[in-house]
């Protein structure tokens, strides 16, 4: 998408989070006509932000046996609105996480792109899409942190220098040879051992490493929640270089936000009682819409695409 037409679409969605508020301001309808007079263009995206309104719910003479069913809609929007909003406040700003990130990493990839390059000391890293790093190499450490997304190491020699990666609140300590993966995915912090014994060690329990062998992993949640360990086969680990996605008992949103990666459309689970219901299963990374149409069907919910910027997962 051209950066003036996805200015334009933050300007009429910042138009319609503010006439949402106040749809009696004269005041802002003048401005919202203004704006939309103002090119074909600018008409086309307040259109299309009137769509996502029209989309999330908007119900009219509403029976008293279907008011329970529309407060339901309403809550929806509202948590759709608020979604956008946090990445369409003002023009320009869904860019500023992206910038932000940017800005902090030492590597980062673009949307759908996998990159494969080497470290100072040799190893080998493989920076999955949409991901950043930071890397911290002295004399005396060899520090990576993930600062979100996915990347996989081939740990090379290091005179005496343990390799370590960080990422939210967990840990990785590896040696020469072995192979492990982290992810950072929805507030989600995730190790596992390709090959090798990979001691891994969160915040909240500092002194108590736990050692993983090939195929184990160990996660926590965004809230710090009861940490998840399991194990998997070979051609599992990393299974994000074949265009795959392991899911085991996770979060929606956290399985969402690993599959927005590959696609550049924005998405928003609408619900929270939706985001948080767990999933297991291997979902196809090569058509994301398919495989966010597959972790939420099994509870009912579907893929709204509002506009080519903005997907929407709702039950309603």
């Keep these: 998408m051209a950066a003036d037409r996805e200015d334009l679409w933050n300007e009429a969605m910042a138009l319609l989070l503010r006439w949402q508020s106040a749809p009696d301001d004269a005041e802002l309808r003048e401005a919202i006509t203004a704006f939309s007079a103002q090119s074909d263009e600018h008409r086309a995206a307040w259109d299309d932000a009137k769509r996502l309104y029209r989309l999330t719910g908007e119900a009219t003479g509403v029976s008293e046996h279907e008011s329970k069913r529309k407060k ?14 946090a990445v369409t406040v ?26 494969v ?13 949409d991901s950043a790093v930071q890397i911290a190499f002295s004399s005396s450490q ?18 005496g220098r343990p390799f370590v990666a960080q990422t939210g609140g967990l840990q990785a300590f590896a040696n020469a040879g072995m192979s ?4 950072q995915n929805g507030g989600r912090s995730f190790v596992g051992s390709s090959s090798g014994n990979v ?21 926590v949640g965004p ?42 459309a924005r998405v928003i689970v609408a619900q929270p009682g939706l985001a948080a219901s767990r ?33 929407v997962l709702s039950t309603i």
């Excluded at 060899?142 to 020699?157: C, K, P, S, T, W």
């Excluded at 050692?211 to 996660?219: N, P, Q, S, T």
């Excluded at 086969?233 to 927005?260: C, G, H, N, S, Y």
């Design 199 to 219: 001691a891994v060690e969160s915040d909240e329990e500092a002194s108590a490493r736990k050692l993983l062998e090939g195929g184990d992993w160990m996660a």
């Design 117 to 129: 390059s080497r470290l100072p000391d040799g190893s080998r890293m493989t920076l999955g899409p």
């Design 223 to 264: 809230d710090r929640d009861a940490r998840q360990q399991g194990h998997r086969q070979a051609d599992q680990v990393a299974a994000w270089r074949q265009r795959l996605l392991v899911a085991d008992q996770e979060r929606i949103d956290t399985v969402v936000a690993e599959i927005a990666r590959w696609q550049s």
């Design 279 to 311: 999933v297991s299963g291997l979902y196809d990374l090569s058509d994301p819409t398919a495989a966010l149409e597959a972790v939420v069907s099994p509870y009912g919910g579907r893929v709204r695409q509002i506009t080519p910027w903005l997907s």
């Design 72 to 85: 339901a809609r309403d809550v929806t929007r509202r948590n759709i609105l608020t979604g956008v909003g």
């Design 90 to 115: 003002g023009a320009g700003l869904i860019k500023g996480p992206e910038l932000w990130r940017r800005w902090q990493a030492d590597v980062t990839t673009e949307i759908g792109a996998i990159d």
């Design 180 to 183: 492990f993966e982290v992810r």
């Design 142 to 159: 060899r520090l990576v942190r993930l600062i979100e997304g996915m990347v996989l190491f081939d740990v090379a020699g290091g005179e």
